[in-house]
Structures are given as C-alpha cells and as structure tokens.
C-alpha cells in the first residue's frame, strides 16, 4: 500500500449509539495522520442498521472533503473477508469503536502500520 493514504474501517450497523465517533473526532484523526487521500470501507449485515450508517458514512465523505482531502468510499460490497484483507494491508488506519474495526487496527499494527484514533 502507498504511504499517502489513509484508511477509515467502521462497520454499518452499529446498534449503540456510543459506538460511533463524531465526525470532529474522525477529521481529528485525518489530520493527525498527515496523509491526503482517505479511503473509507465499510459494509452491513444487517438490512435495517444500513440506510443510517450508509447516511452517516456519506456526511464523513463530505466532510473529509470540504477539509481538503481526496476521498474514495467503497460501502457496497458487503464482503467482510474482502474488506479485513483490504483493511489490514493499509499502512495507516483510523480505527472506529467496534469490534471488527479493533481487530483491523490490531493486525496494521502488527504488521508495522500506525493505528489513529482511540479503540476501545
């Protein structure tokens, strides 16, 4: 992976509103990481958590955008082995509060990448 990126890892259906980070905590995170091009990845099981946390997803791309950076989102593929080996491949990672998202962070970290932003 280049060193100019910046991945964003959540999974899209979060039923605890604690789990999910403020938009000023994950641009927080974007600029901490220095990189200019963030990719968000994410997907869903569950059907009816989808339309919300696809919703809240869209408004983190606009807003990572109107700070300046480049930003690619790949929400649609639904695929959870795809998106770990995708996700854990990243140099840099900004992780979310969940499970799936902690364990991405683990493995960048073992691999030698840099982790931003709190896990729980």
């Not at 995170?29 to 958590?49: C, F, L, M, T």
């Amino acid at each position: 992976m280049s060193d100019n990126r910046v991945f964003v890892s959540f999974a899209l259906f979060l039923e605890d509103v604690h789990a999910v980070k403020s938009l000023y905590e994950l641009l927080t995170n974007v600029v901490e990481s220095k990189q200019p091009k963030v990719i968000i990845r994410g997907g869903s099981h569950k059907p009816d958590y989808y339309i919300k946390s696809k919703t809240y997803s869209y408004c983190l791309k606009e807003a990572v955008e109107e700070a300046g950076f480049t930003v690619e989102m790949n929400l649609e593929e639904g695929n959870a082995d795809k998106d770990f080996f995708f996700l854990t491949r990243a140099q840099h990672i900004i992780v979310t509060l969940g499970g799936f998202s902690r364990y991405v962070g683990y493995m960048v970290q073992r691999r030698g990448g840099v982790v931003h932003g709190r896990i729980l």
